[in-house]
């Protein structure tokens, strides 16, 4: 019991990292950036590329995080900007995020092969007993960090003018800009936090999976649920609550109901809690999810 | 450029020719490009069937592979496990399908938007996952389709039949459409894409009409499934997300709410891998990158795009300065004037209203509007005139209090069921569909003058009533723009029309349905001093058919003289309620309102 709890916490706060990340880059333009999972990818794979280079591990991991954040920016440049500039509620970006995440899915599997490479250990090599459970090193800092991460965002968000400013350009571009915040750059600065996220979760998730180009989409639709499951469209902070859930209960299914379950399992929550609650279980607030997409409507 | 109707027959007749004469060279062609032809067609009604909805309602369904996979699963277990005739099949997918549509389209139709892609999406999500776990399906193996039978043997030189199925259901599809865009429900379904609330008061129940459509939309693709399970293995791969984004590019590349568009985008999508022939992951990359190319570079598609640099030019209309001063020439339509509830029109009883958060927007608000009386309503800014009308005409529901239209109780009846009591409303920010004529959108307002336009738009223009009825809408609607002075401005959309004129259309979409009752809310913004005294014509005119107005107005000297009762409202309560004459002399009115 407590064994799948711990260790759903730890992947779930991967999912959550990766709904944040999700969540973030909407939460400013209301935009879902579809290639958020490969996003990730691409971190996992510059880790493991640099480090099996020869080159210390937590050179890769940085240089790996750094190459996160310039895809997602590049995604919001290339995929994104140019989308909002013709009209902000159209759905074209539905197609183009679709289609960065296929440019950067195939590129990869083109430069690195189709098969798994090593990753680096990172603190998966330890084990740590709590009562009757046992957890990885990985694991344990993938709850830490995801908690860290979690909090300083949510600091931001909330204490700093910057994050302020994140606020006024999510609710009101247009009043944002009136104001004199450079909505562009906000929504830049927006995609890099993004894209730091996934590429933490990718870290975080690579001593596990090692690297392959096709854990994007797997990664990114947990991601996706755990966004939806959480209410993480109003509030990025609920999307991480959403993903520790999700790990708990997928890992639940797999203990107690068989060991496929997770495959359908968080489907099963995701759409009754849609039809309990269109807004997520941890939203709350002045403004609803359907409320607010029928004024942008 | 005006093409003869005679010529546009005989075009029609060539295209059909030309249409089965490619078919019967498909059929016969080599496998290799059967099936290239064959898959392609099969995108081309999945392509067609979102372009439906994506394009007429705006509803981005991303759920159309999940129908898509829905047909196949149906036709492959049945046959495989039953052993039933795939023809008996058919009509059970469209039904299933359809059904399906219905259901997701009731659960997150409420909310429009992004909510329903996000729903659609989860849907095809899960069913993917069904099919991957479950054993009737076959897991990730999937099931073998069924063959199609063969045709008799006299007819085998018209080449393989699956072909002929295909091609000729893709035709079906495609002029499904093409008849809804040609018939008076396309202005009407545009209305519920831009401007819900414009839909709504001219008596279109908006709800059901999307639920409708998307389910109509869900049996396509469930019939494009049902076909699909003829060419091959149905396997989970061919149905997830990917698929549905998959069928979005088509319609977005190809042009959307075009009758080409879909086909083009499918062709190019379908057959990219084919016709590009590198490593096949560069060959995803170059996909990936052209439609991200193309959907930024050219958001109308590629039909879009042909048709901005060779479609007809616009021909600009001869703008008379006194437009306003156009002598009414149409008188709108005569009414049968309907006394139930005798002598008092409307009447609100004790109306509260509040929003979720703030203060009470209207107190204890009880007005009485006689028949055929002309009731002003006015009062400073945030007094809640609007919100009374909204009220009024249904869009919002007070808290506490009983309205009364015609002497019945309408508290639970939706706007366009107060709209079909012949109760009608404009709209202090014109709601009106920017690409339509003005023609196109006052049409809407008939909407409930015609019956079974839902029911026979996907035949409509093979209707001789279809014809007849187009026909009497378009004068109809051309004559009430001409009532209310916009003669000049008829063919034009609305996105190029000034602030003035969508006035006059809003007021003529709702004269044209020549309504008992008509809520005007702020008719004078935006007009000049000449049209603002042609609308005050064109109110007394009403008045003397017998309709009875309430007017929201701030320029008192317009209204004040066409009153016979004005209500002044103050913070959400009735100051009072009076003559003209005497809301000029009441000092109170003088110190909140007139600024005195």
């Known amino acids: 019991m407590l064994q799948f709890i711990l260790s759903g916490l730890a992947i779930g706060s991967v999912y959550g990292l990766i709904g944040m990340a999700l969540a973030i880059s909407f939460y400013v333009t209301r935009v879902i950036n579809f290639a958020q999972g490969q996003i990730m990818m691409v971190a996992i794979m510059i880790t493991a590329t640099i480090s099996s280079a020869g080159y210390s591990p937590w050179i890769a991991v940085i240089l790996g995080l750094l190459s996160s954040c310039i895809v997602a920016v590049l995604s919001y440049v290339i995929a994104v900007k140019p989308i909002l500039a013709f009209n902000r509620f159209s759905f074209g970006w539905l197609v183009s995020t679709l289609g960065f995440a296929v440019m950067l899915e195939n590129a990869a599997a083109y430069l690195w092969g189709p098969t798994s490479r090593p990753f680096p250990a990172i603190l998966n090599g330890y084990s740590i007993h709590i009562a009757n459970a046992v957890l990885t090193g990985q694991q344990v800092l993938a709850i830490a960090v995801a908690i860290v991460f979690a909090a300083a965002f949510e600091l931001v968000r909330k204490r700093t003018l910057y994050g302020k400013l994140g606020v006024a350009v999510a609710t009101d571009p247009d009043m944002a800009s009136a104001i004199g915040g450079n909505t562009t750059v906000v929504a830049i600065a927006a995609f890099a936090i993004s894209g730091l996220f996934a590429g933490v979760a990718g870290i975080l998730i690579g001593p596990s999976t090692f690297a392959n180009p096709y854990l994007g989409s797997t990664y990114g639709i947990s991601g996706f649920i755990a966004m939806m499951i959480g209410g993480g469209t109003e509030k990025p902070l609920s999307a991480m609550f959403g993903g520790l859930l999700l790990g708990v209960l997928a890992n639940g299914a797999n203990a107690l109901i068989d060991s496929q379950a997770s495959d359908w399992f968080p489907f099963l929550v995701l759409v009754i809690i849609l039809i309990v609650t269109p807004r997520g279980l941890f939203s709350s607030g002045g403004f609803s999810f359907p409320r607010l997409m029928r004024r942008a409507r | 450029m005006t093409k003869s109707p005679f010529n546009r027959r005989l075009l029609t007749v060539v295209l059909l020719v030309v249409y089965v004469m490619a078919t019967w060279l498909a059929a016969n062609a080599s496998l290799s490009i059967q099936s290239l032809v064959l898959v392609a067609g099969v995108f081309g009604i999945l392509a067609i069937s979102l372009d439906l909805v994506a394009g007429m309602l705006g509803l981005y369904s991303l759920g ?158 469930g019939t494009a499934g049902w076909l699909f399970s003829f060419l091959g293995v149905v396997s989970p791969g061919q149905f997830d997300w990917s698929v549905s984004l998959n069928v979005l590019v088509m319609v977005l590349v190809g042009g959307i709410n075009t009758t080409l568009g879909p086909l083009v985008g499918a062709a190019f999508v379908s057959m990219f891998p084919a016709v590009v022939d590198i490593n096949p992951w560069l060959e995803e990359v170059l996909y990936g990158a052209l439609s991200i190319l193309a959907i930024t570079v050219f958001p109308e598609g590629v039909v879009g795009l042909i048709r901005r640099q060779f479609g007809k030019t616009v021909q600009s209309p001869v703008i008379s300065e006194d437009a306003g001063a156009v002598a009414p020439s149409a008188v709108p339509p005569t009414r049968a004037t309907d006394m139930a509830g005798g002598d008092i029109a409307v009447e609100c009883r004790g109306i509260e209203f509040s929003y979720a958060v703030g203060p009470k927007v209207l107190r204890d608000v009880n007005v009485v509007v006689r028949r055929g009386h002309i009731h002003g309503l006015i009062g400073p800014n945030g007094s809640g005139k609007s919100t009374l009308a909204n009220v009024i005409a249904g869009r919002l529901r007070p808290v506490a209090g009983a309205i009364f239209v015609k002497g019945q109780q309408v508290n639970g009846v939706s706007p366009s069921g107060r709209a079909r009591l012949g109760l009608r409303r404009t709209f202090q920010a014109a709601q009106l569909v920017r690409e339509l004529t003005t023609s196109q959108n006052v049409s809407v307002g008939l909407y409930t003058k015609i019956p079974g336009i839902v029911r026979r738009a996907a035949i409509w223009p093979l209707l001789p009533s279809g014809q007849r009825d187009l026909g009497w809408m378009t004068t109809q609607a051309v004559a009430a723009l001409q009532s209310v002075g916009a003669t000049n401005w008829t063919e034009r959309r609305i996105g190029d029309v000034p602030h003035g004129v969508e006035q006059l259309t809003q007021l003529a979409s709702v004269c044209v349905a020549a309504p008992d009752i008509i809520i005007l809310d702020e008719p004078a913004t935006g007009l000049s001093s000449g049209e603002v005294d042609h609308l005050a014509r064109i109110l007394s005119q009403l008045k003397a058919q017998g309709v009875t107005m309430i007017i929201i107005e701030h320029q008192t000297r317009f209204l004040l003289p066409l009153c016979d009762r004005v209500t002044v409202l103050n913070a959400g309560e009735v100051v009072l309620t009076a003559t003209a004459d005497e809301v000029r002399a009441h000092p109170i009115v003088r110190q909140v309102y007139l600024g005195e």
Not at chain 2, 70 to 81: L, Q, R
Not at chain 2, 153 to 159: K, P, Q, R
């Open chain 2, 64 to 221: 159309q592979g999940g129908f898509f996979g829905i047909g196949s699963y149906v036709t492959a277990i049945a046959v495989a496990d039953l052993n039933v005739s795939p023809f008996l099949l058919l009509p059970v997918v469209i039904v299933v399908s359809g059904l399906c549509g219905v259901i997701i389209g009731a659960m997150s139709l409420r909310v429009s938007g992004l909510y329903f892609a996000i729903t659609t999406f989860i849907f095809t999500l899960v069913l993917t996952v069904m099919a991957t776990d479950m054993q009737i399906t076959g897991g990730t193996q999937g099931l073998l389709g069924p063959a199609f039978p063969d045709f008799p043997t006299g007819l085998a030189w018209l080449g393989a039949p699956v072909a002929w199925c295909i091609l000729l259901a893709l035709l079906a599809a495609a002029a499904l459409v093409w008849n809804i865009r040609r018939s008076p429900l396309y202005p009407v379904l545009l209305s519920i894409r831009d401007a819900e609330p414009f839909a709504e008061a001219a008596g279109v129940r908006t709800s059901a009409i999307k639920i409708g459509i998307f389910g109509l939309s869900a049996a396509m693709a």
